[in-house]
Structure formats: structure tokens, C-alpha cells
């Protein structure tokens, strides 16, 4: 394992501000709430719990992606690679966060943003991601996967829209999921 680079809420806000340029290329954003942890006995079990849980992030998403520790209880990522790649980590990072808490009570909740997206201030991306938080404990609060860790994510059927290129991230079926998520 790598101790992973750990960045701050003011490195954050620097790197969503270049994200929702005009002209940026695309970027998922994810907020990761961890339920219950500042519950935990002592300041130093919340501490190693949440060094465990960014280094078990680091390892899921390598390079493709940057993490933040904005607040005690959160931390997010931001990834640099294309949408599909990106959707696929946020597949197996979620569930691996959720079966890493589970046993210590603490619950995952998840938000994710697509940048820029039309968003003019790196707060309106936090503000976005926020606004998509759900919980893997609620009834439903994501049918299309993301959110929810306690069940594999609904088979899916290929897009029939044809890509601009071929290859490109619009062809990638999770994208149909990603768009559906963003129309709620």
C-alpha cells in the first residue's frame, strides 16, 4: 500500500475552480460522507479509520483520480481520466468503502457531480455533489446504482446512440446510468 497524497480544502476548491473553466475537459466528482465516524470512541480512531479508507481509495483509483479531505467526516475525488474509467472505479470504490465501515457502524454516502457541466464556481460543483448525497441505508434513493452498496448495480442495456468517435466515452454503457442519475 502507498500512503496516498492527501489534499485540502483549499487545494479542493483550486482544483474544482480549473475543473469548471470554460473549456475544461470532463471530470467526475465524488463526495464520499462517512455516517457515524465522529461517533467513534476517540479522536485517534476516527483519524486511523479515515487514514485506512483514503489509502483503501488510493489504491482502488491510482493516478486517475486526486482525493481531498475537505471536512472531518468526508473526503472527495476528483478524476482525471476518461468518464468511463472514472465510472468504473466509482463501482468497486463505493461498495469496498461501504464493506470497510460497515462493521465499525459508520454508513457511505455518496454525491457525484459531472464537470463543468454548465457550472460557473468550484462551490456550485461541492454544492451539486452535496445535493446527490444518498445513503446505502435509505429505501431506494438511487435506482441506478450509485449511492446504494448493499446491492450489485441493475443490469444495464447498451446505448443504441451511436458515439461521435469511435471509442469515445459515449459509448460506454455506464454513461446511460451517469445521465439517468443526473436527471433526478
Known amino acids: 500500500m ?3 497524497e492527501i489534499r485540502t480544502r483549499q487545494q479542493l476548491i483550486a482544483d474544482l475552480a480549473r475543473a469548471v473553466a470554460p473549456g475544461s475537459d470532463e471530470q467526475l466528482f465524488v463526495v464520499y460522507r462517512l455516517g457515524g465516524l465522529n461517533d467513534l470512541a476517540t479522536t485517534a480512531s476516527q483519524d486511523s479509520f479515515m487514514r485506512v479508507a483514503l489509502t483503501r481509495a488510493h489504491d482502488l ?5 486526486r482525493l481531498y479531505s475537505p471536512r472531518r467526516d468526508e473526503f472527495c475525488a476528483l478524476f ?5 474509467r472514472a465510472l468504473d472505479h466509482l463501482d468497486h470504490l463505493t461498495p469496498a468503502l461501504s464493506k470497510l465501515a460497515r462493521p465499525f457502524g459508520i454508513t457511505v454516502d455518496s454525491g457525484i457531480a459531472l464537470l463543468p457541466d454548465g ?3 468550484p462551490f456550485a460543483a461541492l454544492q451539486r455533489a452535496d445535493q446527490r448525497l444518498s445513503t446505502s441505508g435509505d429505501a431506494d434513493p438511487d ?5 446504494r452498496t448493499d446491492a450489485a448495480p441493475p ?3 447498451t446505448p443504441t446512440r451511436q458515439a461521435s468517435q469511435p471509442g469515445s466515452d459515449f459509448d460506454h454503457p455506464k454513461l446511460l446510468r451517469l445521465l439517468l442519475y443526473r436527471s433526478r
Open 143 to 147: 435506482p441506478f446504482g450509485y449511492g
Open 61 to 65: 483509483i491510482g493516478d486517475d483520480g
Open 119 to 121: 457550472l460557473q464556481e
Open 2 to 4: 502507498t500512503a496516498p
Open 80 to 84: 482525471a481520466c476518461p468518464l468511463g
Open 155 to 157: 443490469q444495464q442495456k
